[in-house]
């Protein structure tokens, strides 16, 4: 796959939009799965509830965990990118976010490789970067399509804040990767949110040497 036919302009480096990244039999499968897990495996936040896979990211290292082979498929296929470099993805966190739901303004940090891949299930969403300043100036709207992946590298990933705005309507009409969407949207359009789950995989390059089974 030529990532350069995905890149999205006009804005700063660096951001790749793949629609339809995944079927729609994948994203039922995946749905699937993510409910099935016993109810101890959810994490429960204040504005969402999550899994980790792979293990916990730490400063001091994170302790491997064995991705389950549902899961494993789609690192598999993100790694074959080659968007880490000599690395592989190694990490899976799964959000779930309700209508109405978000995430604050925040970067996630050196406890990962300086690249973010999120495949969106179940609904849309638009993710928003911000000015790491007081005034949070905006910088852009992504619309991140059902089933579609979104790679962050680069001044996007260390120097702009990102969230997803606690709102059940999104206007889409100034996202920045209109053009790069599977659908054309008409001005001022307003997508309705469902239940949106993410699939965040990235690489966590400090990692201890035990493993838990």
Known sequence: MDLSNFLVPNIPPTIYYIPNFITAEEEGLI??????VPKPKWTCLSNRRLQDYGGVPHEKGMIPEKIPLWLQQYVDKISSLNIFEDKKPNHVLVNEYLPGQGIMPHSDGP????????????SHAVLEFSENTE???????????QRS??????????????????????????????????TSYSLNEKLKRGTRVSLTIRNVPKVLKIKLF
């Open 111 to 122: 406890l990962f490789y300086p690249t973010v891949t999120t495949i969106s299930c179940g």
């Open 135 to 145: 005034k949070r100036d905006k910088i852009c709207d992504l619309l991140l399509e």
């Open 149 to 182: 992946l979104i790679i962050v590298k680069d001044d996007m990933y260390k120097t702009y804040l990102h969230s997803i705005s606690e709102v059940a309507l999104d206007d889409v009409s100034g996202c920045a990767n209109l053009d790069n969407c599977m």
């Open 31 to 36: 749905l699937k799965n993510v409910y099935s």
